[in-house]
């Protein structure tokens, strides 16, 4: 059964730093992409970054390019996002989805998800 | 790219069918494949999202064929034929040709 479990989450200052990870069990890591998508509490659903099987492509949103930063390690099942000078407008669930392929296109399935509050 | 979604809400009968339209600013055509980058999810009350639709028309694993994608270019639906109570929740276009972007979502609610 395909398992991805998010952590890292928390409150933290405008500004701040903060570091997510994702666990990921059932199925073969490697040999898929992976994303970060994030949801404020009540709002939709916006795309922040993905990343290809081998790490070789990554891709981020607009208003997180530059600040954040996504990378994995494949020998530990392991997804993360480095989330610098973060903004109030940052607060939000983050989810870690699987891609339906080896390349960062479609996510195809979502763990629970892990909350970042950023304010002062 | 930007994705809209219309309507804003839906309340559907069980039984009856539901349909959902997205429009993108741009062509989600892929030159190479011809397959259109639009894909649909779900978000059931209180869950994270699941992958229903992906390129325009593909249903995902464990998917009731009630769910249909359909469309191309820059006009998407999503029908389901006969809609069920455990179908409640907000829908999700998002296309992924270019760096994604989800649409607005649709509700959908039960009479």
């Known amino acids: 059964e395909v398992q991805l479990v998010e952590s890292g989450g928390g409150l933290v200052q405008p500004g701040g730093s903060l570091r997510l990870s994702c666990e990921a069990s059932?199925?073969?890591?490697?040999?898929?992409?992976m994303h970060w998508v994030r949801q404020a509490p009540g709002k939709g659903l916006e795309w922040v970054s993905g990343?290809?099987?081998?790490?070789?492509?990554?891709d981020y949103a607009p208003t997180v390019k530059g600040r954040f930063i996504v990378s994995r390690d494949n020998a530990k099942n392991i997804l993360y996002l480095q989330m610098d000078s973060l903004r109030p407008e940052d607060t939000a669930f983050y989810y870690c989805?699987?891609?339906?392929?080896?390349?960062?296109?479609?996510?195809?399935?979502w763990g629970q998800g892990t909350l970042v509050t950023v304010s002062s | 790219i930007v994705m809209t979604q219309s309507p804003h809400s839906l309340a559907v009968t069980p039984g009856e069918p539901a349909s959902f339209s997205c429009t993108s600013s741009h062509i989600l055509l892929h030159e190479h494949n011809g397959f259109d980058y639009l894909d649909w999810y779900l978000q059931k009350p209180g869950q994270s999202p699941q992958l229903l639709i992906y390129?325009?028309?593909h249903r995902a694993a464990g998917v009731p064929d009630r769910f249909r994608g359909g469309g191309s270019g820059t006009q998407f639906t999503l029908t389901i034929s006969r809609v069920e109570a455990e179908d409640v929740g907000v829908y999700y276009c998002m296309q992924d040709l270019e760096t994604p972007t989800f649409g607005q979502g649709t509700k959908l609610e039960i009479k």
């Open positions: 390129l325009g028309t």
């Open positions: 990343i290809a099987w081998n790490s070789a492509t990554t």
């Open positions: 989805a699987k891609d339906i392929s080896s390349t960062m296109t479609t996510p195809g399935y």
């Open positions: 059932g199925f073969t890591f490697d040999d898929y992409g």
